[in-house]
Nanobody
Framework: FQLVESGGGSVQPGGSLRLSCAAS????????IGWFRQAPGKEREGVSW????????YYADSVKGRFTISRDNAKNTVYLQMNSLKPEDTAVYYCAADLSIATMKRSFSIPQIRVLDYWGKGTLVTVSS
């Protein structure tokens, strides 16, 4: 069972990237899938989550209005569309999945914990001119 992120890269400020989080060995049907990021020397930050059980989403204030999370059932993949990228968006982006929305919310609130069921290895996003 694994999650694999892709789509990272280097982009200029104002540009866009779409990150993918593909699940293998299990289906995302009942999972809450979250995107996190960690910049060098900074704590992990919860960016967005998608609850497959009811379709609800959440965005951190820092990305609201610029990032969009979505899921492709057929591809068993969750996407993070990132527009209007800023240098402060530079980080390694990770996706994670858990059956519990409460656990996902706790992971967003407490950066130090790592209690979610599955984590990907991350993909680097660099925003620089």
């Amino acid at each position: 069972f694994q999650l694999v992120e892709s789509g990272g890269g280097s982009v200029q400020p104002g540009g866009s990237l779409r990150l993918s989080c593909a699940a293998s060995g299990f289906t995302l049907d009942r999972y809450v899938i979250g995107w996190f990021r960690q910049a060098p020397g900074k704590e992990r930050e919860g960016v967005s989550w998608f609850n497959s059980n009811d379709g609800t989403t959440y965005y951190a204030d820092s990305v609201k209005g610029r990032f969009t999370i979505s899921r492709d059932n057929a591809k068993n993949t969750v996407y993070l569309q990132m527009n209007s990228l800023k240098p402060e968006d530079t980080a390694v982006y990770y996706c994670a999945a858990d059956l519990s929305i409460a656990t996902m919310k706790r992971s967003f609130s407490i950066p130090q914990i790592r209690v979610l069921d599955y984590w990907g290895k991350g993909t680097l996003v660099t925003v620089s001119s």
